[in-house]
């Protein structure tokens, strides 16, 4: 789904949970998929991670890419300050990679 990345973590982080390991989360190249079918749309749309323009299309964009790595860092520290845990990766590959620790790490 649209962001779907900053949905798990925002919903974890809601439901009490501590850490948040992410899977197939790597932002590469055609990593933004605009449903409007989807119910996660106007959510999406309403932060400014999903452009009209692009609805239904694949699409790569940088800013948009590094508002979502800003606000899953700011969501690690979050869950790092507030319950001793964090948002991981499951790999050290991708993007993400370097801006987040990975879960075999801790």
Do not use: P
């Not at 959510?43 to 299309?57: I, R």
Request: a positive charge; hydrophobic letters at 35%.
């Amino acid at each position: 789904g649209t962001a779907s990345i900053l949905y798990v973590v925002c919903m974890s982080y809601k439901l009490g949970y501590k850490n948040v390991i992410l899977c197939g989360f790597d932002m590469g190249d055609k990593y933004f998929y605009c449903n409007t079918g989807h119910t996660s749309y106007s959510f999406a749309k309403q932060q400014g991670l999903c452009a009209v323009g692009f609805a239904n299309t694949i699409y790569n964009d940088e800013d948009r890419k590094r508002s979502i790595i800003e606000m899953l860092v700011y969501m690690d520290n979050k869950f790092k300050s507030e319950r001793g845990g964090g948002v991981f990766m499951f790999t050290k590959d991708g993007v993400l990679s370097q801006h987040l620790r990975s879960y075999d790490s801790v």
